[in-house]
């Protein structure tokens, strides 16, 4: 079937009963045609009927490929073969996977062409990258003529009844959808803060409905607002303080959700005959058992009647619930995982002796050269090898080419801390966050040491500076180490001396490049130095923060950092106060509802020492009256903000009291 959106943009899907719902979209702009997301091969028939009798196939000019999920891209073959001389609009790591449908199209990459395809009309789309949401090279359209967003999976839903429309009820199904099927809210937040700066009248989604303009501003929000982190590893909340937990209440949330994919009536039917009642409208649950035994055994009956695929769809909620409210997570989803390794155990066995074949024929192949040019660590081309590019491209590189030597600040502290091993993985997520944040003219080396190489082909001064800035804070902002780390850095320009020869200026190169970096590490985290070592990136001044609040702690060093603030953290005055007799520090932030001491005592604390006395105060809390301004104005507090505030607010604040 198709529908109208407007004049000239239509959403074509296959009637179905799936909860995840699939639309491809077809614009038409006078004599081109652009289709986007063509859909899977079991839709084929239907879509490509409908496209025909919407127009002559000869205008599909362009197809749009926003990730190369099969939902959207196994129909590809089918549709190059039906069209003639068609484009492919991708990124280029999409473009690496959708080779293996052995298509013969032209690629157009949207990086190659400035993220922009301007058709004869003189209509512009503008695509956007939306990395790992939920693909690393994902992206989303927007028709700057229609000002029409095509979101690709984000805005996506999952629905037991599909609707071309959404209404108020659409975010608890956007909820479920990006809960399962995108990293983190890390990811989308970004994002949806961009998006507030469209102007969007209608988001067409790759799965569920269109939502129209009265619901743009809320579905960005609400994705903007959504909190969720997929991961393997466990969050644990470190405050014992003991609390009364309702677990009723949490089974209701899970109620609630388990209702957005399946019938009330097919619930209810789960519980009948057992200890646990269920009501709707609205959801009600009540038993005369409690505590964890009621937790545990509500998830074994769901299990026992519903199996893995409604354990599935509720996962993520179940363990944002456990982490938030520190429960043991149900009993059945560590007994589920036990069985299925068992189960696969098996299977690894019965092709252990195929496997293991292959590896040493590929080893015996690769051993010698790999163990001459490879780090064994990182699988990174090493500093030989690094050396030899440079020889080749000596003319090329010189007076425009640049080294940048990367190192983590607390790799030797892990190493004590943890084991080599655990340094080993560190180097490792090192080099995989540099390598998903290479610019093209970019390329990784291992370095000396524990230390990377990055060789930019081709800047100027303030470029590699921005550069190296840059890297630095996607490092300091990753979650993907074992623990928070910063970087220094080492950098060179490939200047060459007269009467040098090319060899011996490049091992000046070289060692230049790694006595920058110890230099850089020896004068604290996140230096960089760079045409002497005087000339510094310093963080522009250092923050204390003092507060319990982890959201708060995570906004406050986000923003800061990115303001080039160094934020240090004491989770109590006493903490605190050991802090300020060991670092320099230029302000205090501080919450005034603290354990052991509150934030009143801190600064009373601080104000008998005269020195301490004079550093600019800040107080932050969720209340905020008369009284308490009193007592902040005796003790001399700069300013008092009530939570919650604008972060532009207290950054400003910060800067004028640091002045």
Same mark, same amino acid.
């Given at each position: 079937?198709?529908?109208?959106?407007?004049?000239?943009?239509?959403?074509?899907?296959?009637?179905?009963?799936?909860?995840?719902?699939?639309?491809?979209?077809?614009?038409?702009?006078?004599?081109?045609?652009?289709?986007?997301?063509?859909?899977?091969?079991?839709?084929?028939?239907?879509?490509?009927?409908?496209?025909?009798?919407?127009?002559?196939?000869?205008?599909?000019?362009?197809?749009?490929?926003?990730?190369?999920?099969?939902?959207?891209?196994?129909?590809?073959?089918?549709?190059?073969?039906?069209?003639?001389?068609? /484009?492919?609009?991708?990124?280029?790591?999409?473009?690496?996977?959708?080779?293996?449908?052995?298509?013969?199209?032209?690629?157009?990459?949207?990086?190659?062409?400035?993220?922009?395809?301007?058709?004869?009309? =003189?209509?512009?789309?503008?695509?956007?990258?939306?990395?790992?949401?939920?693909?690393?090279?994902?992206?989303?359209?927007?028709?700057?003529?229609?000002?029409?967003?095509?979101? =690709?999976?984000?805005?996506?839903?999952?629905?037991?009844?599909?609707?071309?429309?959404?209404?108020?009820?659409?975010?608890?199904?956007?909820?479920?959808?990006?809960?399962?099927?995108?990293?983190?809210?890390?990811?989308?937040?970004?994002?949806?803060?961009?998006?507030?700066?469209?102007?969007?009248?209608?988001?067409?989604?790759?799965?569920?409905?269109?939502?129209?303009?009265?619901?743009?501003?809320?579905?960005?929000?609400?994705?903007?607002?959504?909190?969720?982190?997929?991961?393997?590893?466990?969050?644990?909340?470190?405050?014992?303080?003991?609390?009364?937990?309702?677990?009723?209440?949490?089974?209701?949330?899970?109620?609630?959700?388990?209702?957005?994919?399946?019938?009330?009536?097919?619930?209810?039917?789960?519980?009948?005959?057992?200890?646990?009642?269920?009501?709707?409208?609205?959801?009600?649950?009540?038993?005369?058992?409690?505590?964890?035994?009621?937790?545990?055994?509500?998830?074994?009956?769901?299990?026992?009647?519903?199996?893995?695929?409604?354990?599935?769809?509720?996962?993520?909620?179940?363990?944002?619930?456990?982490?938030?409210?520190?429960?043991?997570?149900?009993?059945?989803?560590?007994?589920?995982?036990?069985?299925?390794?068992?189960?696969?155990?098996?299977?690894?066995?019965?092709?252990?002796?195929?496997?293991?074949?292959?590896? #040493?024929?590929?080893?015996?192949?690769?051993?010698?050269?790999?163990?001459?040019?490879?780090?064994?660590?990182?699988?990174?081309?090493?500093?030989?090898?690094?050396?030899?590019?440079?020889?080749?491209?000596?003319?090329?590189?010189?007076?425009? =080419?640049?080294?940048?030597?990367?190192?983590?600040?607390?790799?030797?502290?892990?190493?004590?801390?943890?084991?080599?091993?655990?340094?080993?993985?560190?180097?490792?997520?090192?080099?995989?966050?540099?390598?998903?944040?290479?610019?093209?003219?970019?390329?990784?080396?291992?370095?000396? =040491?524990?230390?990377?190489?990055?060789?930019?082909?081709?800047?100027?001064?303030? /470029?590699?500076?921005?550069?190296?800035?840059?890297?630095?804070?996607?490092?300091?902002?990753?979650? #993907?180490?074992?623990?928070?780390?910063?970087?220094?850095?080492?950098?060179?320009?490939?200047?060459?001396?007269?009467?040098?020869?090319?060899?011996?200026?490049?091992?000046?190169?070289?060692?230049?490049?790694?006595?920058?970096?110890?230099?850089?590490?020896?004068?604290?985290?996140?230096?960089?130095?760079?045409?002497?070592?005087?000339?510094?990136?310093?963080?522009?001044?250092?923050?204390?923060?003092?507060?319990?609040? /982890?959201?708060?702690?995570?906004?406050?060093?986000?923003?800061?950092?990115?303001?080039?603030?160094?934020?240090?953290?004491?989770?109590?005055?006493?903490?605190?106060?050991?802090?300020?007799?060991?670092?320099?520090?230029?302000?205090?932030?501080?919450?005034?509802?603290?354990?052991?001491?509150?934030?009143?005592?801190?600064?009373?604390?601080?104000?008998?020492?005269?020195?301490?006395?004079?550093?600019?105060?800040?107080?932050?809390?969720?209340?905020?009256?008369?009284?308490?301004?009193?007592?902040?104005?005796?003790?001399?507090?700069?300013?008092?903000?009530?939570?919650?505030?604008?972060?532009?607010?207290?950054?400003?604040?910060?800067?004028?009291?640091?002045?």
């Amino acid at each position: 079937m198709y529908r109208k959106i407007s004049d000239n943009i239509y959403l074509i899907s296959k009637e179905n009963n799936n909860i995840i719902h699939c639309n491809t979209y077809l614009i038409v702009d006078k004599e081109e045609a652009i289709l986007i997301e063509p859909g899977n091969i079991a839709d084929f028939e239907a879509v490509f009927s409908d496209i025909k009798s919407i127009i002559n196939l000869c205008l599909i000019k362009y197809i749009i490929i926003s990730h190369p999920d099969p939902d959207l891209t196994a129909s590809l073959p089918l549709f190059e073969e039906a069209l003639n001389d068609v /484009q492919i609009i991708t990124e280029w790591r999409t473009a690496e996977i959708i080779t293996f449908y052995n298509l013969k199209s032209k690629y157009y990459l949207i990086k190659e062409n400035n993220h922009e395809l301007r058709l004869k009309s =003189g209509r512009v789309l503008r695509f956007i990258p939306t990395p790992f949401a939920h693909y690393s090279g994902s992206f989303i359209t927007y028709d700057m003529t229609t000002e029409m967003l095509f979101s =690709g999976d984000l805005f996506g839903a999952i629905s037991k009844k599909w609707t071309l429309y959404a209404d108020e009820s659409y975010v608890e199904s956007m909820a479920i959808f990006h809960e399962n099927y995108m990293p983190s809210s890390d990811f989308i937040r970004p994002i949806m803060k961009d998006l507030l700066d469209y102007n969007i009248k209608y988001i067409l989604p790759q799965h569920g409905s269109v939502i129209k303009s009265n619901l743009v501003s809320k579905s960005i929000l609400f994705l903007y607002h959504l909190d969720f982190y997929n991961t393997p590893r466990r969050i644990v909340n470190k405050n014992n303080t003991s609390t009364e937990i309702d677990f009723l209440s949490r089974l209701v949330q899970i109620v609630i959700r388990l209702n957005q994919v399946f019938s009330s009536d097919d619930i209810k039917e789960t519980f009948i005959g057992s200890p646990i009642t269920m009501n709707f409208e609205p959801v009600n649950i009540t038993s005369a058992i409690n505590g964890y035994k009621l937790w545990h055994m509500f998830f074994d009956i769901v299990y026992a009647k519903r199996g893995d695929y409604w354990l599935n769809a509720v996962e993520t909620l179940v363990n944002r619930i456990s982490e938030t409210y520190n429960i043991d997570k149900p009993n059945i989803y560590d007994l589920r995982l036990r069985k299925l390794k068992e189960q696969n155990i098996e299977i690894t066995t019965k092709y252990s002796n195929l496997e293991e074949s292959l590896k #040493q024929t590929a080893e015996a192949f690769s051993k010698t050269k790999d163990l001459l040019t490879r780090c064994p660590i990182t699988g990174l081309y090493n500093k030989d090898m690094a050396i030899r590019y440079l020889e080749d491209h000596y003319d090329d590189l010189t007076n425009h =080419g640049y080294l940048i030597n990367i190192d983590i600040d607390q790799i030797v502290l892990i190493n004590h801390e943890y084991s080599n091993k655990v340094g080993d993985d560190m180097i490792n997520v090192l080099k995989y966050v540099i390598n998903n944040n290479l610019e093209d003219d970019e390329l990784l080396f291992k370095g000396k =040491g524990s230390s990377l190489i990055l060789l930019k082909q081709k800047s100027s001064n303030p /470029q590699i500076k921005k550069r190296a800035e840059d890297i630095r804070n996607i490092i300091s902002k990753s979650d #993907q180490f074992i623990e928070k780390v910063s970087v220094s850095m080492g950098i060179v320009r490939l200047k060459p001396e007269e009467m040098v020869a090319p060899t011996q200026q490049i091992n000046e190169w070289m060692h230049l490049l790694e006595s920058r970096l110890e230099y850089a590490k020896s004068q604290g985290d996140g230096q960089i130095i760079f045409e002497g070592q005087k000339e510094l990136i310093y963080y522009r001044n250092t923050i204390l923060l003092v507060d319990e609040e /982890q959201i708060n702690i995570n906004l406050i060093t986000k923003y800061f950092q990115e303001q080039s603030f160094k934020v240090i953290h004491a989770i109590n005055p006493m903490t605190a106060l050991e802090v300020l007799e060991k670092q320099k520090v230029d302000l205090i932030i501080s919450e005034i509802n603290l354990s052991k001491l509150d934030g009143f005592s801190l600064k009373k604390s601080l104000n008998e020492k005269p020195y301490f006395a004079k550093l600019p105060f800040i107080f932050l809390s969720h209340i905020k009256n008369e009284t308490l301004i009193d007592r902040a104005n005796r003790l001399n507090v700069n300013y008092f903000l009530k939570k919650p505030f604008y972060m532009n607010e207290l950054i400003g604040l910060v800067k004028r009291a640091i002045k």
